[in-house]
């Protein structure tokens, strides 16, 4: 069976416990897009391209959209954890390309969890109504978050999905209420949804504008290619991951531009684009009875699942590259009666709780988070075609040929800075990548035998 593929070199070790079907790997896909980036950005990005805002929300969801077919080819033809650096490896066969990949995707969900650790802390004291300052305080209560999301991870792969199911349902409901809102408004003609035709893009040309506003509402639709990590805790990965990652995608795309809609109708694009709650004020606007406090709570179960789902991907993508040593080996251990990574579990909370003392705000972490993704998904859509010349004796989902290929190109151009996008981004990733570099060649040296095939495991030449 496709599903029970195991690497060379781990008999030794327990596998992964499969037990996510279809319903509950739709609500990782859902949960995973659905998180820290609409509750916090919609407002930045109205500020860059005016009440058109559904606009960049569609072009990155087109983007996506095209990239998830990538996935799709990739994941049920190799049903294995490490998404994007496992097909990189195989792809290209080059270690130092797979690390670099590796270490950026873990970079992007890493710091986006330190980050929305934060985030909750900050959202746990407005709705507690505690003064816990910007310091110290917040820094305790991030850190404490953090190390409950690792003790949910460690515990097993049952538990995080179960978790994952409530914040979900919770974070949902946020933007139905949002929708809702805009509904009513509609209805009773409250809202001003003229303005959604109408381009306010300074000194940049509407495509500009559009373009730029893209790069970071990019951040708010990554998270599905968190989903193909979980593909060994996945039944039956090879069927059902087309219709739910498909079906996952259109969902989440749908709710972005009904609660972008909403928000431009209700809300001044001056105020909107201020702070970073900004559906809070289409709370406060659109229904001025509702219990703000409420909404906080909501969206501090949006940032606590975007934390857990990034912790849970980020281990069980070093858990995949220990299985293909790509780095060292003990981070593929898997407890015996756990079933869990808890090495690389270990390793990423505590990546984890260094980077909650240095992240910075979420726009800055959006755009570089983006910056870092796109170049990952340049090199996945090139590896699907790269990988046509692998046939495996099992069925598994085919894109379309132009598919790929528009997606790589697409996703390479959103890389590069004719997007107008911020240089301070391109700062960061590139410090970030350099870290990378310095890593790599401590892991050569102190693991001779990185980036050696396992016996049954050779890269496509």
Same mark, same amino acid.
């Given at each position: 069976?496709? +599903?029970?593929?195991t ?21 990782f896909?859902?949960? +995973? ?17 005016g ?13 996506a ?5 990538s ?17 990189t ?6 270690? *130092?390309l ?53 003790a ?11 978790v ?7 974070e ?6 949002i ?10 003609? +409250? ?19 559009v ?8 951040? @708010? ?19 059902? *991951? ?17 609660? !972008?809609i ?5 809300v001044?694009i001056d105020q ?31 940032? @606590?699942?975007s ?7 980020? !281990? ?7 299985k ?17 990574? *808890?090495?690389?579990?270990?390793a990423?909370?505590?990546? @984890?709780?260094?980077?909650?003392? *240095? ?7 959006g755009?570089?988070?983006?910056l ?45 800075p ?10 960061i990733?590139?410090v ?5 570099v ?7 040296l ?5 980036g ?10």
């Amino acid at each position: 069976m496709a +599903d029970d593929i195991t690497v060379s070199g781990t008999e030794s070790q327990p596998s992964l416990k499969r037990m996510m079907g279809p319903w509950l790997l739709l609500l990782f896909v859902v949960g +995973d897009i659905l998180g820290t980036g609409i509750y916090a950005l919609t407002g930045r990005v109205a500020g860059q391209v005016g009440g058109a805002v559904w606009v960049p929300f569609v072009v990155a969801f087109a983007v996506a959209f095209i990239t998830g077919f990538s996935y799709l080819e990739l994941v049920t033809k190799y049903p294995q954890a490490a998404g994007a650096a496992l097909y990189t490896h195989k792809a290209f066969g080059i270690h *130092f390309l797979t690390f670099m990949v590796t270490f950026a995707v873990m970079s992007s969900g890493i710091t986006s969890a330190s980050t929305a650790a934060r985030a909750f802390a900050s959202n746990f004291a407005e709705a507690f109504e505690l003064d816990l300052g910007s310091g110290i305080g917040v820094t305790m209560v991030a850190l404490a978050f953090m190390g409950l999301i690792a003790a949910i991870n460690l515990r097993g792969v049952r538990e995080g999905v179960a978790v994952n199911v409530l914040l979900t349902c919770v974070e949902l409901s946020g933007l139905l209420i949002i929708i809702g809102i805009g509904i009513w408004a509609l209805g009773t003609g +409250d809202g001003d949804f003229s303005h959604l035709t109408e381009f306010d893009t300074g000194d940049r040309t509407a495509f500009g504008g559009v373009i730029a506003a893209t790069t970071l509402a990019f951040y @708010a639709m990554v998270g599905f290619e968190d989903s193909v990590n979980m593909a060994e805790e996945t039944k039956n990965p090879s069927r059902i *991951f087309p219709k739910v990652l498909l079906g996952g995608l259109l969902i989440t795309g749908l709710i972005y531009v009904l609660v !972008s809609i909403t928000a431009v109708a209700l809300v001044p694009i001056d105020q909107l684009s201020e702070g970073n709650t900004p559906l809070l004020r289409v709370v406060e606007i659109g229904a001025p009875g509702f219990p703000t406090h409420v909404f906080a709570f909501i969206t501090m179960f949006a940032v @606590a699942n975007s934390a857990l789902i990034n912790m849970l991907m980020a !281990s069980r993508l070093l858990y995949g590259m220990a299985k293909h040593r790509v780095i060292p080996g003990q981070l593929g251990r898997v407890h015996p009666v756990r079933r869990t990574p *808890f090495v690389a579990i270990t390793a990423t909370t505590l990546l @984890a709780f260094g980077l909650i003392l *240095f992240v910075g705000e979420v726009p800055e972490l959006g755009g570089t988070t983006a910056l870092l993704l796109l170049a990952v998904f340049t090199i996945v859509n090139i590896a699907v075609l790269v990988l046509r010349r692998d046939p495996v004796p099992h069925q598994h989902f085919r894109t379309p040929t132009f598919l790929p290929v528009l997606g790589a190109l697409s996703c390479a151009y959103l890389v590069t800075p004719f997007t107008d996008r911020n240089p301070a981004q391109y700062a960061i990733a590139g410090v970030l990548l350099a870290i990378g570099v310095v890593l790599w060649i401590l892991n050569q040296l102190l693991s001779p035998r990185a980036g050696a095939e396992p016996a049954d495991e050779k890269p496509v030449k």
